[in-house]
C-alpha cells in the first residue's frame, strides 16, 4: 500500500514551472532514489511533499490523508521530516539543542539525543558545540538526526552528500544504513548515480520538471539511468516530458 501518492502535480518558482504534472507512489518501506540533472525539479517536489512550497495544481496524500494544502509543521506531526539541501541548521545552537528542536512536533517514538548519538557516533564528543563550528559531516549528521527526533513515517534527504568528501559520505551513509534497513520510509536525491542505485529499491530520474524513467533499482542499468539523465531515453511513465 502507497505510504505517499502524489498525483499531477505542478510547482512553479514564480512563471517557472518546476515540477511538472508528476504521479508518483511511494510504499511504506520502500528507499526510492530522485536523480536528474541541476534544475530538474528534485528538491521543489521534495519540497512540496514536504509542505515548504505549496503545488499550483495536483494533490499529495500521505497513509490515506490529502495533505495538499496542510502547513509543512502540521506535516511534520502526520509524520514527514525533510533534511533540506544545505542543513540550515541553528548555527550558534549546539548539536543538542538542534536535535531537541526536531521534537516540537510531539510524536511519540524511539528517537532521543542518545538513540542520534549511537546512529552518528561522531557526533558524541560535539554533544555541546554549537553546529556552526562543526564539520559538513557532522553538520549533516546532526541535520538528519534533528529530522528523525520527530519520529518520521517517511524521511525526505535532500542530496546529503553535497559538499563532503567521499571519504565521509561513506560514513554518513554508513550511519544511514542502520536506518535504510529500518523499513523507515525515504526518498532521497542523490547525485552519485552509483550510491543511489545501490541504496535504494528504486529510481524515478527526474528531466525539466518531468519523469522521465522509473524504475525497480535492480531492472534499470546505469547506462539506461544515464540516458534518462541526459533525456536520451525512450519515455516510460505519465508525467514525462513533452
Ligand atoms: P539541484 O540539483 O541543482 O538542486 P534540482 O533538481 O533540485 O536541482 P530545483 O532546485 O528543484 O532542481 O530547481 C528546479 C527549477 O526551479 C530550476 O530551473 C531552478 O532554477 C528553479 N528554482 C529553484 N528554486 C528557485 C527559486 N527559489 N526561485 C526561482 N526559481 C527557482
Redesign the pocket.
Known amino acids: 500500500m502507497s505510504l505517499l501518492s502524489v498525483t499531477d502535480l505542478d510547482v512553479r518558482?514564480?512563471l517557472?514551472p518546476?515540477?511538472r504534472g508528476i504521479t508518483l507512489e511511494v510504499a511504506k518501506g520502500e528507499t526510492l532514489a530522485l536523480i536528474?540533472?541541476?534544475?530538474?525539479?528534485?528538491?521543489?517536489?521534495l519540497r512540496a511533499i514536504a509542505g515548504a512550497h505549496i503545488p499550483a495544481a495536483g494533490s499529495i496524500s500521505f497513509a490515506g490523508q490529502d495533505v495538499t494544502s496542510l502547513p509543512s509543521h502540521r506535516r511534520v506531526g502526520l509524520g514527514i521530516a525533510l533534511v533540506p539541501?544545505g542543513r540550515r541548521l541553528f548555527a550558534q545552537m549546539t548539536v543538542e539543542e538542534n536535535l531537541l528542536l526536531g521534537r516540537t512536533a510531539g510524536r511519540p517514538g524511539d528517537w532521543t539525543v542518545d538513540a542520534v548519538m549511537e546512529a552518528f557516533p561522531n557526533l558524541k564528543p560535539r554533544r555541546h558545540a554549537r553546529t556552526g563550528t562543526l564539520s559538513g559531516g557532522e553538520q549533516q549528521a546532526t541535520a538528519i538526526g534533528r529530522a528523525l527526533m520527530s519520529n518520521p513515517d517517511m524521511l525526505l534527504l535532500d542530496?546529503v552528500s553535497l559538499g563532503l568528501s567521499p571519504l565521509v559520505v561513506d560514513r554518513v551513509y554508513a550511519s544511514l544504513q542502520g536506518l535504510l534497513s529500518s523499513g523507515t520510509t525515504i526518498v532521497l536525491?542523490e547525485?552519485d548515480l552509483d550510491r543511489a542505485m545501490r541504496v535504494s529499491d528504486r529510481v524515478v530520474c527526474?528531466l525539466e520538471?518531468c519523469v522521465v524513467l522509473e524504475s525497480p533499482a535492480r531492472d534499470v542499468t546505469r547506462e539506461q539511468v544515464t540516458q534518462a539523465y541526459f533525456g536520451l531515453h525512450k519515455l516510460k511513465k505519465t508525467g514525462t516530458a513533452p
Open positions: 518558482h514564480g517557472l518546476a515540477v536528474g540533472a541541476n534544475g530538474s525539479g528534485k528538491t521543489t517536489l539541501e542530496e536525491v547525485q527526474m520538471g
